[in-house]
């Protein structure tokens, strides 16, 4: 049997979406140690057929409908805000109000992309970790290895269109495997949505460190009507952001917003199955 060439593959990560699932390390005392356990983590990635790894961040800007849902989800709890002016900043002592806070997470996501880059600068290995969304700078995207990353400076707010962003760029520069790591229903559904735009193997690895799932989204098969209409499907019956539907609700409006939308030619040039 010959030997097949490996893959050439890629890791995309949500880095607000890691934040999460490392929380407030047991044994880290300031947000250095902190930054040193995520960047492990991102570092995991890299292997013999993997050379790449981004990580995309969500923006916090201010008078906004998303940022009016985020002050929603807090309820009764009040939030902190600890400016990390360096490494050896005391980890606050109650997490969840810290990261409730919208301008200490974006803090905490500007140190974190300077730490990356900083770290990944000044190792031996050749493989590329490029970052974008955290920093101050809306736009700024950086390479560890200086790669032209100038296609990837972008206001996207969300990091779920920055993945999609990310993940077609890495298409064109050959990368055949992507892995998009996120806990983001929104982003199967983009994802969904692009496939036929991307990478010929698309994976999206979403859960817990005790319980990972792999979705093959390469190997979803559903028509074209619905792969076009999904985004809209999906912004109508599970977003938050969304009012529901007088007299339906989300759940139950989804048949009642396919059927709608069919009607209206929304997919018209594709053919249903």
């Not at 807090?74 to 810290?98: A, H, M, Y």
């Not at 806070?101 to 031996?124: C, G, V, W, Y």
């Not at 109508?236 to 989300?250: A, F, M, N, P, R």
């Amino acid at each position: 049997m010959e030997n097949q060439l490996p893959v050439k593959s890629c890791v995309i990560i949500d880095g607000q979406a890691l934040v999460q699932t490392i929380g407030k390390p047991a044994n880290a005392r300031n947000f250095g140690q902190l930054a040193a356990v995520f960047v492990r983590s991102v570092f995991s990635h890299f292997s013999e057929t993997c050379s790449r790894v981004d990580v995309v961040f969500d923006r916090y800007e201010a008078s906004t409908i998303k940022d009016g849902t985020r002050l929603q989800r807090t309820g009764k709890s009040r939030p902190i805000r600890r400016k990390i002016e360096n490494s050896d900043v005391p980890l606050p002592v109650n997490w969840k109000q810290f990261i409730d806070h919208p301008e200490s997470k974006q803090d905490l996501e500007n140190f974190l992309s300077l730490e990356i880059m900083r770290r990944a600068k000044s190792t031996s290995q050749n493989c590329d970790i490029v970052t974008a969304g955290g920093f101050q700078e809306r736009t700024a995207a950086e390479s560890s290895l200086g790669s032209d990353v100038s296609c990837l400076r972008s206001t996207h707010d969300e990091a779920d269109t920055r993945i999609i962003l990310h993940a077609r760029t890495l298409t064109t520069q050959g990368f055949q495997r992507i892995v998009i790591h996120s806990r983001d229903t929104d982003v199967l559904v983009l994802l969904v949505h692009f496939a036929n735009q991307l990478s010929p193997e698309i994976w999206f690895r979403t859960g817990t460190a005790k319980q990972r799932t792999y979705v093959a989204v390469h190997s979803i098969n559903i028509n074209q009507a619905l792969s076009k209409t999904l985004p809209a499907f999906r912004a109508l019956t599970g977003c938050d952001t969304v009012s529901q539907l007088c007299g339906s609700g989300k759940n139950n409006g989804l048949e009642e917003i396919q059927t709608t939308l069919l009607t209206a030619g929304w997919p018209s040039t594709c053919d249903s199955q």
